[in-house]
């Protein structure tokens, strides 16, 4: 077959503007048009529709030279169309599938790779510089397309160390200018923001960090009642633990009050013994002010299973409240949100003075140094107005009075964001002698319109009156302190807290300050290195899906390949051989001390950014998609 001659390129512009008539037809479909056949020719793409005859007929009238120059333009439309859609599909193809990357070398950046990738970076970096095969002339076009195909996990593969790969080199003297840097004082010296800071800040009851290290580390271990009650029966074996499913309770045996209690006791102990590991994490990374969990002794407030602690727990509590003495560590409780002195229901009123009873001799129990058990309070809402807010105030003002003095000398009354604001809870915290705790983000949500506008600038005017409340026991002030989600819209909306804060609220410089955001010790980190405050520099960001900070089980012994059956005289030959072992031990990793377990590691490696909590567990198995059929192939291409 004698191949066709190729028109100039000169050429085919005279002929493709040879129709004129072209220029002003509307809607001309690049995708219709007749073979060299003669036959029709419709695109398979899906944004291209054919030409109705009619459509046909009116743009060849309205062209000079006939049928034929619009055939020959359509055609060489849908040419240029084609050639130039299988050129970018052909560029993007080479691109994804070469291995030409940055890949950097200076310590820093190597730090937050991943292991795998640093133990193969030079492997790596040295087959990006191999040079390219050479492109081979007697390939056909379709083998050169599949040629230039790259599978999909090696896209994937390509992508994944792409990203890793993002960070420049450094020089020594880039690494000596960020270490300066880094040694600056505060980036902001305010009069309106408490800085710099000289306070402490502080998070509610958990950390998120150690909530999920091997073995977890919390203290809100609870329970329900039914499980109190089931715990009462002898377990089905009991020379072994307890098991979810292979050793539970056998309700068959007589129960017993005392086991029942004993259990949920040893919730209570495993709760007060973390506390420790708790307050040396903090003293680690520079925070210096956590609050207790109530939950920390399931039921113990309890109209009929409740206990006192001073029978079991005095040794473990007095063990965690001298380490918080000797680390200057500042703890407080939170009692929940139906402990109401100043309800109308009396069964409601006797709760809460068990309840405060319970939080009074949790604290009391800790023993700690004379200046610190006075800072240890417990804040309260006033609860509910039940239709009257002077009515409730005098029911407070009754039940008040017969409180114990331990319990009177930790009260403290917050403002809520529903019912009561600061100028409601002001007024009787100084009749009283009753601390009074401001919380910004409640404040922000409910306020009194007639006295003063919404925000903190106007709340300012009363910071003297609400030091002056806790001057006068001569407790250290605290402030709570959290933000509204940005979604948020109505009232009931604003009141979830922010997952981590953005700001510091204007209060005094050595406040002692509550962030009550989602996060927990991730805000006060966020603080931390938005503001440089102390401690700001004692941690770094956590690898993701990694942590050295835990002991990993003894991996599995290695075996060697089978070899192959032998006769019989060479079995006898190689009899020195079948001494060999079959297995090839593996060395463990050192083990870390139970103390090291959960602290972060040689390098402290503790934060996450927003949203990525799941960096602290092991990686799930991700299924790798199958590879598409042949046939789906050739149809791409």
């Known amino acids: ?172 003297d880039d690494i000596t200018s960020l270490k300066e840097e880094g040694g600056r004082p505060p980036p902001v010296n305010s009069d309106y923001l408490p800085l710099p800071w000289k306070g402490r800040l502080g998070y509610a009851c958990l950390n998120t960090y150690l909530r999920v290290s091997n073995p977890p580390v919390f203290s809100s271990r609870t329970c329900r009642i039914a499980s109190i009650i089931e715990h009462r029966h002898p377990l089905q074996d009991p020379s072994r633990p307890e098991h979810s499913t292979k050793n539970r309770p056998d309700k068959e045996q007589p129960p017993d009050l005392v086991r029942g209690q004993q259990w949920v006791e040893s919730l209570g102990l495993a709760n007060a013994r973390d506390i420790v590991k708790m307050l040396r994490w903090n003293d680690k990374y520079g925070i210096k002010f956590m609050r207790l969990s109530s939950e920390m002794f399931p039921f113990a407030s309890h109209e009929e299973y409740g206990y006192k602690l001073a029978p079991f727990a005095s040794d473990v509590l007095a063990e965690a409240g001298k380490v918080a003495g000797e680390l200057g560590h500042r703890l407080t409780t939170h009692p929940g949100q139906f402990t109401q002195l100043g309800s109308p229901r009396k069964e409601v009123v006797r709760n809460a003075v068990r309840d405060l009873e319970y939080h009074d001799e949790l604290l009391s129990l800790l023993r700690l140094p004379e200046q610190q058990n006075k800072d240890a309070v417990m804040i309260l809402h006033m609860g509910g107005t039940f239709g009257d807010k002077e009515a409730t105030l005098q029911r407070f003002r009754e039940n008040y009075a017969p409180l114990s003095e331990s319990v009177k000398a930790r009260l403290v009354l917050e403002n809520d964001d529903v019912c009561w604001s600061v100028h409601d809870l002001l007024p009787i915290c100084e009749e009283l002698n009753i601390p009074m705790v401001l919380d910004f983000h409640h404040h922000n949500i409910y306020f009194d319109k007639d006295k003063i506008r919404e925000g903190t600038k106007d709340i300012m005017g009363l910071y003297p009156r609400i030091k002056a409340t806790w001057d ?160 789906d192939e050739e149809d791409e291409s």
């Open 1 to 172: 077959m004698v191949p066709k001659r190729k028109k100039s390129s000169m050429a085919l512009l005279q002929q493709d503007l040879a129709p004129r008539g072209l220029r002003n037809a509307p809607d001309i479909d690049a995708g219709y048009g007749p073979r060299r056949s003669g036959r029709n020719r419709r695109s398979t793409d899906m944004g291209s529709f054919p030409m109705s005859q009619e459509k046909e007929n009116s743009l060849v009238a309205a062209s000079p030279h006939g049928r034929h120059s619009v055939e020959t333009a359509i055609n060489r439309l849908q040419e240029m169309e084609d050639t130039l859609q299988k050129g970018v599909k052909r560029q993007k193809i080479a691109v994804q599938s070469s291995k030409v990357m940055d890949v950097g070398t200076n310590a820093e950046s190597q730090a937050f790779l991943p292991e795998e990738f640093k133990k193969n970076k030079e492997d790596f970096a040295a087959d990006s510089r191999q040079p390219r095969k050479p492109r081979i002339q007697g390939k056909t076009k379709k083998k050169e397309e599949a040629d230039n195909s790259a599978p999909l996990e090696e896209e994937n593969e390509v992508e994944q160390d792409a990203d890793c790969c993002e960070k420049e080199d450094a020089s020594p």
């Open 472 to 631: 006068r026991k001569g407790i250290t002030q605290k402030m709570h302190y959290s933000e509204q989600c940005s979604e948020a819209i109505t009232p009931r909306q604003r009141r979830k807290h922010r997952p981590r804060v953005m700001t510091l609220p204007p209060c005094a410089d050595t406040m002692d300050l509550m962030i009550e955001a989602k996060d927990k010790e991730q805000a006060v980190f966020d603080l931390m290195r938005n503001f440089r405050l102390p401690g700001w520099d004692s941690f770094n960001d956590v690898i993701p899906y990694e942590r050295d900070d835990e002991n990993k089980p003894p991996p599995k012994p290695k075996a060697t390949p089978k070899k192959k059956r032998k006769g019989k005289k060479e079995a006898e030959e190689d009899d020195e051989d079948a001494d060999m072992p079959d297995v090839v031990e593996v060395k463990p990793p050192a083990e870390i001390p139970p103390e090291e377990v959960g602290m972060g590691g040689p390098n402290r490696r503790v934060y996450w950014p927003v949203g990525m909590e799941e960096w602290l567990r092991p990686k799930k198995r991700e299924v790798k998609p199958k590879k598409p059929a042949k046939k």
